[in-house]
């Protein structure tokens, strides 16, 4: 039998998951809207590749600065990136 604590642990563990993955699907989504395969966006944020398909696919985590990055060359913000928008307009400088 599970302690209530580990299931609270695995509870929390898959809504972590589901979290990050609705973010990295919709910055897929914002991408493929565009038409850009995903070598444009690694050149814009001056990476390779493989590095971003891997944020695209929950593999690697981004930081903080790739992240504003990323809502800059999508013209959106990074609330909206990190699902506590749906109002895409980016915010004033």
């Known amino acids: ?4 604590k580990k ?8 809504i ?11 910055i897929k989504d914002l991408r493929e809207d565009k038409d850009m395969t995903q070598q444009q966006i690694a050149d814009l944020l001056h990476i390779n590749r ?14 903080p600065e790739t992240l504003c990055k990323i ?9 909206y990136l990190l699902n506590r928008t749906n109002n ?3 915010y004033e400088k």
């Open 71 to 79: 809502a800059d060359i999508h013209h959106t913000s990074v609330d």
């Open 7 to 14: 299931q609270l642990e695995r509870i929390m563990a898959f």
């Open 16 to 26: 972590i998951y589901l979290v990050i993955q609705m973010i990295y699907q919709r």
């Open 50 to 63: 493989r590095t971003y398909s891997a944020y695209e696919n929950g593999v690697n985590s981004m930081t």
């Open 1 to 4: 039998m599970i302690s209530a």
């Open 88 to 90: 895409m307009t980016p």
